[in-house]
């Protein structure tokens, strides 16, 4: 199943009881993932257990928690929010990642953690997890299917037999909350010998012609990090590894930031290095987003762009991974792209990444998001906003 919706933590606390039946007595497999917009189900089986595991799967989504399960799933989330809270406290740094989002869009819509704010936990009872995937979860949100299955129409008639007991449509008929980015500036101090600077501004949606465009800069920019260096497929000629990492000694890592939404996207760069040259790393995030507006070469780009298909193409070559695929290919542009991922990749041209990355930092704010030591060495994000305007190239 899949269900275009904003996750809720507690779903995956239900898949416990599941995932143990089906592994145990019908030798199959089952799983849940989400992100800050959907809910993936997926399960593998032998043909004739696909009735049980259908079930057992629509149960598990569909039907009300009991109060019972709800307060288990609260426990638990409340174990993962002391865990998230311990690695913290071990490394600060690991706030990075949550506060782009955060900061990107003001803590609202994809700017919310993941697991929630543990403060929220509290205020979930039966009544309220209930009404929430009456609301979300109903067929008119949710996607079928399956492959393997011989009879396909016998299938389409147990799905049809099995949901027509639930309402297609949410009684209450809340309107979606459109994601709105917002950008920002968030700088938290701790005594650490390391700070990280992520500096990102708001890219392009999912459906956006541009979005091949911050897939191939994506690959072209690349990442870095001391414990991830050399040997075949690591991208050895990527910027991030030639123009920072070997570059630079006071360098720990580098990770190029591209995101993308229904309603919006992020690109950007985060660096991590020395406390002592805190400064320095804003001033290097600026110049290499400037640089990829004007210096990418055409070998650049076509190795990016061959590296971007081959990843492509490994992250299809198992039937379960292209199936998932299909189903966000239908819930994200209403049909079938994958079939040209290779051919709107090699599209990508020199001068529309020199026009994406003009477009830019002229249509919207940045995000600095800085974390460490030494926080106050860096400028305001004004300045580096001024500074990506007034290079030769902006007009």
């Known amino acids: 199943f899949f269900f275009k919706q904003k996750t809720a933590y507690e779903i995956a606390q239900r898949l416990v009881g ?5 592994r145990d007595r019908y030798m199959g497999d089952y799983q849940m993932d989400f992100d800050s917009e959907k809910i993936l189900f997926k399960s593998n089986c032998m043909e004739h257990d696909v009735y049980d595991i259908f079930n057992i799967m629509l149960d598990s989504a569909m039907e009300d928690r009991s109060p019972m399960a709800i307060n288990v799933a609260k426990a638990r989330s409340q174990k993962i929010h002391a ?5 913290i406290k071990a490394n600060p740094l690991e706030r990075v990642n949550q506060l782009v989002l955060g900061t990107a869009y003001n803590f609202k819509t994809l700017g919310m953690p993941l ?3 543990e403060s929220n936990l509290d205020n979930l009872t039966g009544e309220t997890v209930n009404e929430f995937f009456r609301e979300k979860v109903i ?12 009879r396909h129409e ?8 099995k949901t027509k007991h639930i309402p297609p449509q949410s009684i209450m008929n809340k309107p979606r909350v459109k994601a709105a980015y917002t950008g920002g500036e968030t700088k938290i101090p701790y005594e650490t010998p390391l700070t990280s600077v992520a500096l990102i501004f708001e890219s392009v949606p999912w459906t956006h012609p541009d979005m091949p465009v911050f897939s191939v800069l994506n ?10 260096m050399g040997g075949p497929g690591k991208g050895m000629h990527c910027r991030a590894i030639k123009k920072i990492f070997h570059r630079y000694q006071f360098i720990d890592s580098v ?12 690109f950007g760069l985060q660096v991590s290095g020395a406390r002592q040259s805190a400064k320095d790393i804003g001033k290097l995030i600026v110049n290499e987003l400037r640089e990829l507006q004007s210096t990418v070469t055409q070998e650049e780009l076509q190795r990016a762009k061959n590296i971007l298909k081959i990843n492509i193409m490994l992250a299809l070559e198992r039937q379960g991974d292209r199936m998932e695929e299909i189903v966000k290919n239908y819930a994200t542009f209403g049909g079938f792209t994958f079939e040209k991922y290779l051919e709107v990749v090699e599209q990508v041209t020199l001068d529309r990444v020199a026009k994406a990355m003009r477009n830019l930092f002229t249509s919207s704010k940045g995000t600095l998001v800085v974390v460490g030591g030494n926080t106050n060495d860096l400028e305001p994000l004004a300045k580096y906003e001024s500074d990506l305007k007034q290079q030769p190239w902006y007009t």
């Not at 067929?139 to 299917?145: L, N």
């Not at 016998?154 to 037999?161: D, G, S």
């Open 83 to 87: 865990s998230w809270a311990e690695k």
């Open 18 to 22: 599941s995932e143990m039946c089906i």
């Open 154 to 161: 016998e299938f389409a008639q147990l799905v049809e037999e």
């Open 255 to 266: 990770n190029t930031i591209n995101m993308h939404f229904t309603d919006s996207g992020i």
């Open 115 to 117: 697991q929630g704010f």
């Open 139 to 150: 067929p008119s949100r949710t996607i079928f299917c399956a492959n393997g299955v011989e």
């Open 219 to 228: 690959t072209l920019m690349g990442s870095a990090t001391g414990f991830s």
